[in-house]
């Protein structure tokens, strides 16, 4: 049982069902089955609130990532409640014109990477940076979405 939702309250209306393959690979590469979790697309002013208030940096970002499994007070026997990924589409949007590929490339990108932060991974020293954005690289080719 792999389950997500994507919530798309924004009125983004293109069309993301690509983020299935992404999210697969991921999951697959990482051995995971049986995890549920969410994708909140938001606007800049939404992630800048969360931004400031859970991490005490008051300004936009493109993605943060809430892991449930960090919090020993929530668990289940049956299945993985991985968290919540939140992804803003319009600095999604800014950093894909900015890079110089596709948003079809940045929205998987932030997918990958916010779904590797819910699994443990981080990017704080330079190894842990290397071997997470190595990960997704990787799993980003194995979908065929590259820049």
Request: hydrophobic content about 35%; glycine content about 6%.
């Amino acid at each position: 049982m792999d389950n997500y939702d994507i919530v798309n309250n924004y009125g983004y209306d293109k069309d993301y069902s690509y983020l299935n393959d992404v999210i697969k690979n991921t999951l697959t590469h990482e051995h995971v089955d049986n995890a549920v979790f969410s994708i909140i697309f938001v606007d800049e002013a939404e992630i800048q609130k969360i931004n400031k208030e859970y991490r005490g940096i008051d300004r936009v970002t493109d993605v943060i990532s809430f892991a449930f499994e960090d919090n020993e007070d929530i668990a289940y026997e049956d299945f993985r409640v991985l968290g919540d990924i939140y992804i803003c589409i319009p600095r999604m949007q800014e950093q894909a014109a900015s890079y110089g590929h596709s948003e079809k490339r940045e929205l998987a990108f932030l997918t990958c990477h916010g779904l590797l932060h819910l699994l443990g991974y981080d990017h704080q020293t330079k190894k842990e940076e290397e071997i997470m954005f190595g990960l997704q690289e990787l799993i980003l080719n194995g979908t065929n979405i590259t820049r």
